[in-house]
């Protein structure tokens, strides 16, 4: 045999095609190249609390979780995941078996999709999205139905538009992809909005995967209110939960989805072939860290609001146009103040005039001209570091 044999066809196939590298990977290597500030791609520069670092190190040295763990997820996690939904949201899960451990959010969301989804089955989705939705979706040979969130600058927030949503439910509609707290607006869904939410998917008889990675990340008045909580949806709804964001250990890959077991078992039988198990010390630690005081959850939402109202006022005075969030560790800002619409462009220049890594929040649209104007900073970044930003930002288009 010389070498490959050729095709006549691509060899990435039709439903992936249009997903390349994504601009998290493009983005982060332009700020290794120039030296910038990476504001782009959502993780932490510090570390999350030592005494739960300290807990994956004791798990390691006691040979917990060095070997495979169970399918599910080691008990001690699912049972803290369990209390975790009874204690802040009144919800009752069985920990054997209405609760799954997974390799992170996005883990979860592709084997939700993958297990839930028939080709030609249609989601629903709030768009801008997180990009790995529109992959999943695809992977599962589902069609996506984008709903988008419309810019509301006298209240300075994206705005779910209930009748559009309710028009874009078909026959062929399977299921309803819902995030919030969103990433990356920063729109946390009223109470109101939910309900009408939870209403509609009881009266179509659809499934709901809910989205809530960033529940401890919310702001000023905003409220988190998990869709399982409302009339007729415990048992329609996936709900898929986060270590990463809320004790900043991102690179763990804990994840969770909690759900009746009948949608568990389903997801179970995906994830199963995806990576069977994956973190198995660091469950151990993220099971202590479920258990942390109130006061760690009221500090760390202290701490980025703090965060975020920094970076706010520095892009405002260095004249974009700013959402400020209710939610997420994301701020999404429009620069056609600056006199620029094009934020692909505006990002990738954005380095050399500036030294700060940003995303064109159209990657995360269908309609790529709805977002074109658009582009998100994290502010999930030591102090410091967002001070230096803000001042390199004051003169974005010199």
């Given amino acids: 045999m010389t070498g490959m044999t050729s095709t006549a066809r691509p060899f990435l196939n039709r439903r992936l095609a249009a997903f390349g590298t994504t601009i998290f990977a493009e983005m982060s290597a332009l700020a290794v190249r120039t030296g910038s500030i990476n504001l782009g791609q959502g993780f932490p520069d510090t570390d999350g609390p030592e005494e739960v670092r300290e807990a994956a190190v004791r798990a390691l040295r006691d040979g917990r979780g060095n070997q495979y763990p169970p399918g599910p997820g080691v008990p001690e996690l699912r049972t803290a995941v369990a209390d975790h939904q009874r204690r802040r949201y009144g919800l009752t899960f069985d920990p054997d078996t209405e609760v799954l451990v997974t390799a992170g959010a996005t883990e979860a969301i592709a084997a939700t999709l993958l297990a839930l989804l028939e080709p030609g089955d249609e989601v629903v989705a709030l768009e801008p999205y997180y990009d790995s939705y529109a992959a999943c979706i695809a992977m599962a040979g589902g069609t996506r139905v984008p709903v988008t969130l419309r810019p509301d600058p006298e209240r300075a927030r994206f705005r779910l538009d209930l009748d559009e949503l309710r028009d874009a439910v078909t026959d062929r509609t399977r299921l309803l992809l819902i995030n919030t707290p969103h990433n990356p607006t920063g729109t946390v869904l009223t109470r109101a909005e939910l309900t009408t939410i939870a209403e509609l998917a009881v009266e179509r008889d659809l499934l709901v995967v809910t989205d809530e990675v960033y ?56 994830k199963q072939f995806l990576t069977y198990v994956a973190s198995g010390p660091f469950q151990y630690a993220v ?37 400020r969030p209710a939610g997420t560790y994301f701020i999404t800002t429009d620069i056609r103040p600056l006199g620029e619409s094009d934020g692909f462009a505006f990002c990738r220049a954005l380095p050399e005039r500036c030294g700060v890594v940003a995303i064109p929040n159209a990657v995360f649209y269908d309609h790529r001209e709805q977002g074109a104007p658009f582009v998100r900073f994290a502010f999930c970044k030591r102090t410091e570091v967002l001070e230096e930003a803000a001042a390199r930002l004051k003169t974005p288009t010199a």
């Fill in 287 to 323: 099971a202590e860290a479920m258990h942390l005081p109130d006061s760690y959850f009221a500090d760390f939402r202290a701490d980025m609001l703090a965060k975020r109202d920094l970076l706010a006022g520095g892009l405002e005075r260095a004249g974009f146009k700013v959402f």
């Fill in 215 to 270: 529940e401890h990340l919310v702001f000023d008045e905003a409220e988190h209110v998990p869709l399982a909580t409302l009339p007729g949806m415990r048992e329609r709804t996936v709900t898929i939960g986060s270590a990463g964001k809320t004790f900043s250990f991102t690179g763990w890959k804990v994840g969770w989805v909690t759900a009746p077991r009948e949608l568990v078992s389903a997801v179970r039988s995906a």
